[in-house]
């Protein structure tokens, strides 16, 4: 791979290989995983960040946003909050085949 693909230095590139700069750009990642042909969410979860993907559905249902800054709130545990989800994610799933 070619720094100058991802449009940046060789010395940034190694710094990424070698963790010592954690934060790229959005066009960084999105860059890289093209050039490397793997997932962009994943490399937005690799370096700590909420992929664009999530970040647009956010963006779009305010109410989602509200949701999840409510389970942070919550004493509930995160057993409870992960099964909470599952299902969830299950019923939604069900939509979708309709």
Avoid: C, H, W
């Amino acid at each position: 791979m070619t720094a100058k693909a991802v449009g940046v230095s060789i010395n940034y590139i190694s710094k990424l290989e070698k963790e010592e700069n954690s934060n790229p750009s959005d066009d960084i990642i999105i860059n890289l995983a093209n050039i490397l042909g793997i997932d962009e969410d994943s490399l937005f979860n690799f370096f700590g960040k909420i992929p664009l993907s999530t970040r647009r559905v956010l963006e779009k249902y305010p109410a989602l946003s509200k949701f999840i800054s409510m389970l942070s709130y919550k004493e509930i545990g995160y057993e409870k909050i992960d099964g909470f989800l599952n299902e969830m994610i299950s019923q939604l799933k069900l939509l979708y085949e309709d």
